[in-house]
C-alpha cells in the first residue's frame, strides 16, 4: 500500500509540473507576442501621423500679405519642400485728370484690361500699402559732371522722401564694370552715406548692363519692383549692346523704371537725343516716366514726382490663363471704363513665363 500511495503521490506532482509548465509557456508566447506588437503599433502610428498631416498650400510670394510657411524646429522634411510658382502679373498704374491731379477713389471695376487685344479679368487692386523694393541707379561715369554735387544731395533728399518703414532701396554705381553699391535696406542713413562717398565720375557708362543687373537682383523680392535712373543715358561700354533685350529683361522682372535724365543741360546734340529716346521707350513700356530737368531746380521737383507718384499708384493684379504661359511677349491694353478725362500711365506688356512639361528635368 506504501509504494502504491507514492506512486499516486508521483502522479500527482507529475500532473502538476506538467500543468504549470504548459501555463508558463502559454504566458511566454502571450509575452512575446504582446511585446512584438508594441513598437510595431507605435511605429505604425507614427506614419499613420505623418500621412495625416494636409500639406502646406503653395503661396504666392507676389500677392500683398503673402508669406512662405515655415516648420518649426530646426529640420525640415524633404517631402515637405513645395515649390513656389506664380504667374501673377504685377499691373501699376498711375491715373491723373486733364490738370495733372492724380485720381485716387477708383474701384477695381472701374478698370478694363486688354491682354492681346482680348478681354481679360482683373483679380486685386492695392494701392500705397504695397510695399516697393526700389534700386537707385547712380551714373558715376565720365560722362556726368555738371552740377555732380546738387545730384547728390538731390538723391540724398529722395531718399527721405519716398521710403516708408516697409520699403527697402537698393544702390547699383553706373560705371565701366557697373556693380551693386549697397544691397536692399530700411536704413536711409547708410544710403545716403553711399551716395555722397562717390568720387568723381569717370570711365566708360554700362548703362544697360546696369539695368539688367539691378532687375534681376530684384527679381526674387515681393512688392513694387522699381529702377531710379539718374543718368544722362548715354550707353558707351555694356556688354548688352540692344535696348530690345533689355526692355524684354525689365518686363519678365516685373520692374518699373522711372528716369531723370541729368547732364544735357547744355543743349541737345544727337547723341543725346538717341539716349532720350532710349529712355522713353524703357519707361513707356514699363510704366514709368521720364523727367528732364534743365535746371538744378528742377532736378529736385524731378524727384519729388517721382515720389509723390510712387505713394499715389494703384497697383492691379492679373493672373494668365495656363495656355498663355508660353514664353511670349503679351500686350496689355489698360483704360478706366466711362472716364474719357484721365490719362493712364502703365506698363504695354508682360512675358509669359513658359511651362514646363509635366516630367521635365528640373520640375
Known amino acids: 500500500m506504501g509504494r502504491v500511495a507514492r506512486s499516486e503521490s508521483h502522479k500527482t506532482r507529475d500532473r502538476a509540473h506538467r500543468l504549470r509548465t504548459s501555463w508558463t509557456s502559454l504566458l511566454l508566447v502571450v509575452l512575446f507576442c504582446f511585446g512584438a506588437s508594441v513598437p510595431a503599433w507605435g511605429q505604425s502610428g507614427r506614419r499613420q501621423e505623418g500621412k495625416g498631416k494636409p500639406s502646406p498650400r503653395p503661396i504666392d510670394p507676389n500677392r500683398p500679405g503673402a508669406s512662405t ?17 506664380s504667374n501673377l502679373v504685377p499691373i501699376p498704374v498711375s491715373v491723373v485728370d486733364k490738370r495733372g491731379i492724380a485720381v485716387v477713389n477708383l474701384k477695381l471695376d472701374d478698370f478694363e484690361l486688354r491682354v492681346d487685344g482680348e478681354q481679360r479679368p482683373l483679380s486685386d487692386l492695392t494701392r500705397s500699402e504695397t510695399s516697393v523694393r526700389l534700386t537707385m541707379l547712380f551714373d558715376n561715369s565720365g560722362s556726368l559732371d555738371a552740377a555732380r554735387e546738387f545730384e547728390k544731395q538731390a538723391a540724398i533728399r529722395f531718399f527721405r522722401k519716398v521710403l516708408r518703414p516697409m520699403d527697402e532701396a537698393a544702390i547699383y554705381s553706373i560705371e565701366t564694370e ?12 547708410r544710403l545716403e552715406q553711399t551716395i555722397a562717398m562717390f568720387g ?13 543687373g539691378a532687375a534681376s537682383y530684384l527679381r526674387p523680392y515681393s512688392g513694387r519692383r522699381v529702377l531710379v535712373i539718374v543718368s544722362d543715358g548715354i550707353e558707351t561700354t555694356s556688354k548688352i549692346t540692344e535696348l530690345d533685350v533689355v526692355v524684354q529683361h525689365v518686363l519678365a522682372d516685373d520692374c518699373q523704371i522711372y528716369v531723370v535724365q541729368t547732364g544735357l543741360y547744355e543743349g541737345a546734340n544727337l547723341r543725346a537725343l538717341a539716349a532720350e529716346r532710349r529712355m522713353e521707350e524703357l519707361t513707356g513700356q514699363t510704366g514709368g516716366a521720364v523727367y528732364l530737368p534743365k535746371t538744378t531746380a528742377e532736378l529736385d521737383v524731378a524727384f519729388d514726382q517721382i515720389a509723390a507718384d510712387l ?53
Open 69 to 85: 510657411p515655415t516648420k518649426a524646429g530646426d529640420e525640415i522634411d524633404p517631402d515637405d519642400i513645395v515649390k513656389i510658382s
Open 178 to 189: 557697373s556693380y551693386l553699391a549697397t544691397p536692399l535696406t530700411h536704413d536711409i542713413i
Open 200 to 212: 568723381r565720375p569717370e570711365g566708360g557708362t554700362s548703362l544697360f548692363d546696369a539695368i539688367v
Open 311 to 363: 505713394a499715389q499708384q494703384y497697383v492691379l493684379s492679373y493672373y494668365p490663363d495656363a495656355e498663355q504661359r508660353d514664353g511670349r511677349l503679351h500686350k496689355l491694353e489698360l483704360r478706366v471704363k466711362a472716364r474719357n478725362d484721365v490719362r493712364i500711365r502703365s506698363r504695354r506688356g508682360y512675358y509669359a513665363p513658359r511651362v514646363k512639361p509635366a516630367g521635365s528635368a528640373g520640375w
